[in-house]
């Protein structure tokens, strides 16, 4: 099993900055892609960004430009760096990684932007 644990979110205006985090514990080993999803109230889960462990990332055409996803492979950690964010990017938001092909996910960290 594999166990995520996001922090960073909050609330911040339109403009600012924000920077999440997810650490994976528990059995890492063998983890491939880790990818950040968004859901906002009434709406499906979302990809906003994902990370291969070979370094391929893919983006929701609605973040490219403003965000922008990393990993430390040592800290079994995958951050997702938001700026100039907007107030349709307020959601959860859920980090996935996937293990021997299957799925986990985190909690959910709120992230609300005010106009």
Known sequence: QVQLLESGGGLVQAGGSLRLSCKASGSVFGIGLMAWY???PGKQRTLV???SSGGTT???DSVKGRFTVSRDNAKNTVYLQMTSLKPED???YYCKVI???MPF???GTQVTVSS
Do not use: H, I
Request: net charge positive; charged share 10%; hydrophobic share 45%.
């Open 105 to 107: 996910w985190g909690q």
């Open 58 to 60: 893919n983006y929701a």
């Open 38 to 40: 968004r859901q906002a």
């Open 99 to 101: 293990r021997l092909s």
């Open 49 to 51: 960004a994902g990370l």
């Open 90 to 92: 307020t959601a959860v």
